[in-house]
């Protein structure tokens, strides 16, 4: 992925100016990104400071993201942690090739969530049970259940 000009005309509360290999992941996760930084941006905008997004990027499987809040009090840190739980949750339930769901594999050599065609492709198992990641409702923090996702309910199984 390589849209940081975009994102940054998007999302003027956030730094991607340490994003120096871009976004170093597949397109299938464009719409679990957007959603972070769109809550990013209005929890940036409300509170002050500046997020700064140090790299966006696959690992193991899993989307993650690593930013940080500079000039703004702990506590306006919350949403966006929300936010970046959820993110990574979904990652594992969503193919990084093409945006349909999928589910955690494994070819042997690395980790990645995919679809059952993009799956094949690259003769990697699903690996069971997949991972299982927690997000924060309310105050507590919950197993992340994509059933219940409003988000997953539009995608392709
Ligand atoms: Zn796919």
């Not at 309310?138 to 259940?145: E, H, K, R, T």
Request: aromatic share 12%; charged share 20%.
């Amino acid at each position: 992925m390589d849209r940081i000009a975009e994102l940054a005309d998007r999302y003027p509360h956030l730094a991607f100016g340490n994003l120096r290999f871009g976004i170093e992941c597949g397109y299938g996760w464009a719409d679990i990104i957007d959603t972070f930084l769109a809550t990013a941006e209005v929890v940036t905008a409300a509170a002050g400071g500046a997020l700064q997004l140090l790299q966006i990027k696959e690992k193991m499987g899993g989307l993650r993201i690593y930013y940080r809040l500079a000039d703004s009090p702990q506590r306006n840190w919350i949403g966006i942690d929300k936010a970046y739980y959820l993110a990574e949750a979904r990652s594992f339930h969503i193919c990084e090739r093409c945006g349909s769901r999928g589910l955690l594999t494994y070819n042997g050599m690395l980790y990645a969530t995919l679809c059952a065609e993009h799956a094949a492709e690259l003769e990697s198992k699903p690996i069971f049970p997949g991972a299982s990641m927690n997000i924060v409702v309310g105050s507590a923090l919950v197993p992340y259940d994509p059933y219940v996702d409003p988000f997953m309910a539009t995608r392709l199984e």
